[in-house]
Nanobody, 124 residues
């Protein structure tokens, strides 16, 4: 079992930055992902990171603006979000899994455990 708790969301102006955190407890050494869901839209992939931190994947819409990192000593992953846009507004969820598919971990069904989400709102 893995418990995930996200934090760091909030309201920011366009062009601003936020850093989301996701603390894991229970089973460690998980591959991790971030997804987001805007009102009226389906949950979509944002980024993934391997358990070692050596491999990351990003959605095209966030490449160059978001950075996914982890501190395994703290069992915490981070999503640094820069140059935020109004279209980044959503509830952001972190997720964990032992699966790893080389080339991508883009599907929500690949993840077994989810946090409760944290709201990110970017004003124009």
């Amino acid at each position: 079992q893995v418990q995930l708790v996200e934090s760091g969301g909030g309201l920011v102006q366009a062009g601003g930055s936020l850093r989301l955190s996701c603390a894991a407890s229970g089973r460690t050494w998980n591959n991790m992902g971030w997804f987001r869901q805007a009102p009226g839209k389906e949950r979509e992939f944002v980024a993934a990171i391997s358990a070692s931190g050596g491999t990351t994947y990003y959605a095209d819409s966030v490449k160059g603006r978001l950075t996914f990192s982890r501190d395994n000593a703290k069992n915490t992953v981070y999503l640094q979000m820069n140059s935020l846009k109004p279209e980044d507004t959503a509830v952001y969820y972190c997720a964990a899994t032992r699966r790893w598919v080389k080339g991508g971990m883009f599907e929500s069904t690949q993840y077994d455990y989810w946090g409760q989400g944290t709201q990110v709102t970017v004003s124009s």
